[in-house]
């Protein structure tokens, strides 16, 4: 019954010590500089400093990944000079949203990292035929300031990756939702949602513009009509156009 106790012991013993570099090598990050608000205007310019320290003993490689673009002739990352990495890929690096650190050695030294870009512009302009469609985006969140991933000499995770997200706000397209969700005639309501779901901005404020202005009836039929009608003359020329894209191939 003792060997049976003391083996059982030692197990446990065992267990909590390999549990121990696991629990206290977690990565830190500290900020050095900059901040980082939940959610930002899309193309607004960004700048912070970080400090990464306490990687795990298997790390051989750090990933560092993030959604901010960098400015025209400028790079996106600057990280302290030290000889204990390089970096894979060479200078170019630098201006790629994806960058790996190659360890040389320990990381017993923090590595410090500043990040300068903007947020990504999501909003997309195209011409077709003399039509100007503005495209919005369905998706708005879940963007990454940073996304740090040690990995081992295998290029397997070593622990948990480290991220700090933000969501891109379209400050034009809060203010037209808001002021749409105001018109009180629901079907030119209906009407104006449409077009600019189509692409069509610069005619649906015009008509929201319409709507808001005070009325002693409701909307007249033809202003109605002729809503109706470029909504229709939109969803065609839109979905011919994408046919017309799905179709083509070179020769």
Not at 142 to 170: C, E, H, N, S, W
Not at 216 to 235: F, R, T
């Amino acid at each position: 019954m003792s060997r049976v106790f003391t083996i059982h012991a030692c197990l446990i013993s065992l267990f909590i010590l390999l549990l121990i570099p696991t629990a206290t090598s977690a990565i830190q990050v500290t900020v050095v500089n900059g901040s980082f608000p939940n959610s930002i205007n899309e193309g607004e310019r960004v700048n912070y400093v970080i400090e990464i320290s306490s990687l795990p003993r298997q790390t051989a490689i750090v990933e560092l990944e993030t959604d901010l673009t960098p400015e025209m002739g400028n790079t996106l990352w600057n990280i302290s000079s030290s000889d204990q990495w390089e970096i894979s890929g060479g200078e170019s690096a630098f201006k790629e949203q994806h960058l790996e650190l190659k360890a040389l050695g320990d990381w017993s030294s923090p590595v410090r990292v500043q990040v300068m870009g903007n947020v990504p512009v999501l909003t997309e302009v195209t011409q077709y035929s003399g039509l100007v469609i503005t495209k919005i985006p369905n998706r708005t969140t879940g963007f990454t300031y940073y996304r740090l991933q040690a990995l081992d000499d295998k290029g397997l995770p070593v622990g948990t990756a480290v991220t700090k997200t933000f969501d891109i706000i379209i400050p034009e397209d809060e203010t037209f939702t808001q002021r749409v969700n105001d018109v009180q005639d629901i079907e030119l309501r209906g009407i104006i949602s449409k077009m600019y779901g189509l692409g069509l901005v610069k005619e649906s404020k015009i008509l929201l513009d319409y709507a808001e202005k005070p009325k002693e009836s409701g909307v007249p039929i033809p202003v109605v009509s002729a809503a109706l009608a470029a909504v229709a003359i939109i969803a065609a020329a839109v979905g011919y156009y994408v046919r017309g894209k799905r179709n083509w191939s070179p020769e």
